[in-house]
């Protein structure tokens, strides 16, 4: 598969919730850290999403958000995977930051210069790379 | 309308479906191709959404995938357009990629460089612009 | 709190509309704008989300669109703040756009530098920042 996202994770279904137009999926990845997509109810019926499939959960780097403090504080984002800063690319506005999961699982984000000097990110940092569930779109072969 | 998101496709509402606390509304734009927003129920009431009104669908270049081959693979995003790259810019740390679809449409993404080398992006090559519904914002004169 | 979001806007919840997978949350911001922020039910009842609670609304720059002038349109994204532009920094394919609000708060967008040119942009401008529901992850603490 030939597509743009950076991050595509490689995962099982583990658990279906279904709405009226939203089904929230998760998706345990190879590395043992578990994703939540939400797509559309129809999308989730036309791919047959169920539990023991194989799927790619596909994430856009400017859809993910770094923190490597959270102060006490609890998000309501339902992805927040923990990882080592591994690699920092400085461009004139923004940066990509590459983070690289326990379980070897690599999350490329894109975020501005200010915040790589706010955060002070440097590499061999611990991080915790946040996208919400609705960033998230499923592939299935 | 002065606006920043890239791509404002106008259209035709040509479906409704309604949620608790979402709407899917379908779109159909003037050069044929059919877009897909999942908008609040209460903005779907404020805006009086129902089939047959003219609609710009908006969405920010950043939200847009572009994929060159799926290789056998489904994608639950539901907005996925076919056409031909026709531009590209390139930044330091991200590129903008100008997609012309077949109805004449154009579609604008922002990728980053490492994609458009992993993809091998040309200007004259197939390309699909691939973007979830939650990303469309719907205007109404 | 040390997180990458270039918007975190503290407020007190006003207001919770229940759905069976999504939850809508209103936050009024100290300076008096309201926020709507559509999150997962599972994610709003972890974090207990009731109103008269402090939470933190966190966007990012990316998924925030400019309107200097809608021109008679209405929009679907339930978040339109109005403001003037503070701040410009330009790179070489997006721009950081800060716009102030009446209220005080301060939003960050990145929009590519062709809005920029196309809307005219400048410092001292009126500007409207508009962000989806979807687009907003709450934390509490």
Redesign the interface.
């Known amino acids: 598969?030939?597509?743009?996202?950076?991050n595509q994770f490689k995962g099982v279904v583990c658990g279906v919730?279904v709405?009226?137009?939203?089904?929230?999926v998760q998706v345990r990845l190879n590395g043992g850290e578990v994703i939540?997509?939400?797509?559309?109810k129809?999308?989730?019926d036309?791919?047959e999403?169920k539990e023991g499939i194989e799927v790619?959960a596909?994430v856009?780097?400017?859809?993910i958000?770094?923190?490597?403090?959270?102060?006490?504080?609890?998000?309501?984002?339902?992805n927040q995977l923990q990882g080592t800063v591994t690699k920092i690319?400085?461009?004139?506005?923004?940066?990509?930051i590459d983070i690289t999961l326990s379980g070897g699982d690599l999350v490329?984000?894109?975020?501005?210069n200010?915040?790589?000097d706010?955060?002070g990110l440097n590499e061999g940092q611990a991080a915790t790379a946040?996208f919400?569930?609705?960033s998230v779109?499923?592939?299935?072969?």
């Open positions: 598969m030939k597509i743009s996202a950076r919730t709405g009226v137009v939203n089904v929230e939540v997509a939400s797509i559309t129809e999308s989730a036309v791919l999403i790619i596909l856009k780097a400017p859809q958000i770094i923190a490597t403090d959270l102060g006490g504080y609890r998000l309501s984002a339902r690319i400085h461009g004139a506005v923004n940066s990509e490329a984000a894109t975020v501005t200010d915040s790589v706010t955060l946040i919400k569930a609705g779109i499923l592939a299935v072969c």
